[in-house]
């Protein structure tokens, strides 16, 4: 079993920046990929980040340029660096990783942008 716990969400002006960061906890396997989805009011979730434990990293057109994501494999979390905001960005953003054939979800935070 494996724990993701997100911190660092909540409200922003457009044009501003945030920096969310998940730690993972539990049976995590060397190989793996963490990130970040996220789902806005009447929208499915989507990903917005993606990293495996060899750096790879994979980003949804919409964040390209504006987020950044970076891991740290000592300590078993990921974040998300956010800048240049716009209320599209409003969601609650979840930590995902994927690892030993299973999927694991942290429960999400908020991120409000507002115009």
């Known amino acids: 079993q494996v724990q993701l716990v997100e911190s660092g969400g909540g409200l922003v002006q457009a044009g501003g920046s945030l920096r969310l960061s998940c730690a993972a906890s539990g049976r995590i396997f060397s190989v793996n990929v963490m990130g970040w989805y996220r789902q806005g009011p009447g929208k499915q979730r989507e990903l917005v980040a993606r990293?495996?434990?060899?750096?790879?990293?994979n980003y949804a057109n919409s964040v390209k340029g504006r987020f950044t994501i970076s891991r740290d494999n000592d300590k078993n979390t990921v974040s998300l660096q956010m800048n240049s905001l716009i209320p599209e960005d409003t969601a609650v953003y979840y930590c995902?990783?994927?690892?030993?054939?299973?999927?694991?979800w942290g429960q999400g935070t908020q991120v409000t942008v507002s115009s």
């Open positions: 990293i495996t434990n060899g750096g790879t990293t």
């Open positions: 995902n990783t994927n690892t030993g054939g299973r999927i694991y």
